[in-house]
């Protein structure tokens, strides 16, 4: 096997040994007294960290599987879809594959959704369900999702789905507080953990809301999940290597406590920010609105960032992101998130100078 490259890109993220340790574990049945004790043991920590009352849902499936769904399961009339980055423009694009009714409320990659425009376009009564992402990993913006949760409040018809696949667990993000109908993450960003599965909570109104929008499909109908649930189990044979590790995970968070795991993504956030800063470098997003997850940065130094990388993964065996999409190149990511600590980004902040004065020299 060749050298392992430690994953500094914003998912996957790098996943520990211990955890691989846990994903490894041997199999059981899914339909056994054992895996019905396994799913019930991760449900109370799954609903304090999504802070709900709510079931929590697990999905074998990446978190596309659960956005997707969410739209087949919750839109009847048109979805208003919040858009300023990849994620959140492809949203658009896979709710328009899946026949339904989508209008953009489009903004310039990194410029967060203004709260007022989607009040705005709400009162005119033509949706009945609004995606928005709440941290856009393409562009390192957060949006200010507790505004935009007080405007939803005003429409409580609208279902209110939430895509946190990179900020779940980063922050706090209170799904019941914010009147949240679906809130959705992934298990390959801040959880740190292998590909492949996605956790999801859905309001007692998107539930019933389900219940009479024709064509949800099978594989992420949220009454089979909720069905399933109510006997410690997931509608088909799930990842159980990924409920070993998501419960191997769970304690870890809860040792360290859950403020203490915010305080520290923060704390990372904040060394990264200011790295960049001090060497010139500009942040992606606007201003006030950068993601605690990761940095996206600009290039504005005109650094040749396939030979940066390069440089890093020779000599340091560690990796960043060289930016995605329309803005690769003009843009390089920093992951933050998952089991990372102020001593590793430390590290690698150091690595990466080392190898910015030489790639500049060239
Ligand atoms: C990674 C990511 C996704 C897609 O996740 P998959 O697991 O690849 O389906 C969606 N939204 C955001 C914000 C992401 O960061």
Redesign the pocket.
Known sequence: MSKHIKLFI??PTEVSKKTLEAFASPMIGHRSKEFQALYRDVQPSLQQLFYTQRPVFFSTS????V?EGALRNLVQKKVLCCMNGA?SDKWFDVAIRCGKEAEKLQYPWGIPVDPTDLKNRLKTGEFDAVTV?H???STGMMNPLFEIAGVMREFPEVSFIV?C??SFSVLKIPFDELGIDVMLT?T??ALALP?GG?LFAVSQRAMTKAEKTPARGYYFDFLEFQKNHEKDMTPSTPSISLFYALKSKLSEIFNEGVENRYHRHLTMAQMTRRWATERGFELFPQKGYESVSLSCIKNNLGIDIPSWIQLLKNRFAVTIDGGYGKIKGQTFRISHMGDETPETIGKLLENLDECLQEVKKH
Request: glycine content about 16%.
């Open positions: 914003p998912g990446s978190a596309w599987g956005m994620f992402i941290n856009e990993t895509d696949v990179s992934g390959q960003k590909p996605a």
